[in-house]
């Protein structure tokens, strides 16, 4: 097999906080009132996918939303000034 390298890309992305609706839209806020877990829903090509307090909210290239865990987020992508 032949080595490839991912491209560059820039994303939009904010960490999910305990106690905080991210107001994303297409993300569900679910506080733990009645549910007993917080958490954060969201469509992806994947299908539905949950989101923790701590865990990331990506905005792919598409458009497309994400959750994405913290160590994953902090081996993958890095800050981008502007």
């Known amino acids: ?3 490839y390298r991912k491209k560059p890309v ?3 992305a904010v960490q999910f906080v305990s106690g905080t609706d991210p107001c994303i839209p297409g993300v569900r ?3 733990r009132v009645g549910i007993g877990v917080e ?15 701590g865990d990331w909210i990506i ?6 939303l ?7 987020f902090a081996i993958t992508y890095e800050a ?3």
Not at 59 to 64: F, P, S, Y
Not at 66 to 72: A, F, G
């Open 80 to 82: 981008v000034e502007g």
């Open 1 to 3: 097999m032949e080595k």
């Open 59 to 64: 905005r792919g290239v598409k458009g497309e």
């Open 39 to 53: 958490c954060c829903y969201m469509d992806t090509p994947e299908g539905k996918m949950r989101a923790t307090p």
């Open 66 to 72: 994400y959750p994405c865990s913290p160590e994953v």
């Open 29 to 31: 806020y679910y506080p």
């Open 10 to 12: 820039e994303i939009e």
